[in-house]
């Protein structure tokens, strides 16, 4: 049950941040739930693709509010789209290839140089 409040109040932060939050979701599977680092990632990358899907549905007719133009930038989702998808198929054989430690400690690597540009971030703009 505290899982399931941590997980949802994690991604509740997120979604209200405009992030896919898939990094801070792992911990809690991690540490709460006991799945392991491949389980956890698999299901964080679930997670953010039903956000983001959700998220399309609903801004999808949405106009932009300065601009005569839709909410979605089309040409930066062309742009990003295959270095996201490069980016995950070398992510998926290195979660295959490297032990659960290495993968772990990788995360909270990542994890605290985000969480350091975030504050950094928020520093500035408060």
């Given at each position: 049950?505290?899982?399931t409040i941590a997980l949802f109040l994690v991604i509740l932060l997120s979604a209200a941040a405009g992030i896919g939050g898939g990094g801070n979701i792992?911990?809690?599977l991690l540490i709460l739930y006991r799945f392991s680092s491949s389980l956890s990632i698999a299901l964080s990358n679930f997670n953010i693709f039903i956000s983001s899907l959700l998220r399309y549905i609903i801004n999808f007719n949405v106009r932009h509010p300065l601009k005569e133009a839709v909410l979605i930038d089309y040409?930066?989702?062309m742009l990003m789209m295959p270095?996201?998808?490069m980016g995950s198929i070398v992510g998926m054989q290195f979660n295959q290839i490297l032990p659960d430690v290495v993968?772990?400690?990788?995360l909270t690597i990542?994890?605290?140089f985000m969480g350091y540009k975030t504050l950094k971030q928020s520093i500035t703009l408060y």
């Amino acid at each position: 049950m505290i899982g399931t409040i941590a997980l949802f109040l994690v991604i509740l932060l997120s979604a209200a941040a405009g992030i896919g939050g898939g990094g801070n979701i792992i911990p809690v599977l991690l540490i709460l739930y006991r799945f392991s680092s491949s389980l956890s990632i698999a299901l964080s990358n679930f997670n953010i693709f039903i956000s983001s899907l959700l998220r399309y549905i609903i801004n999808f007719n949405v106009r932009h509010p300065l601009k005569e133009a839709v909410l979605i930038d089309y040409e930066i989702v062309m742009l990003m789209m295959p270095t996201t998808l490069m980016g995950s198929i070398v992510g998926m054989q290195f979660n295959q290839i490297l032990p659960d430690v290495v993968i772990l400690i990788l995360l909270t690597i990542v994890l605290i140089f985000m969480g350091y540009k975030t504050l950094k971030q928020s520093i500035t703009l408060y």
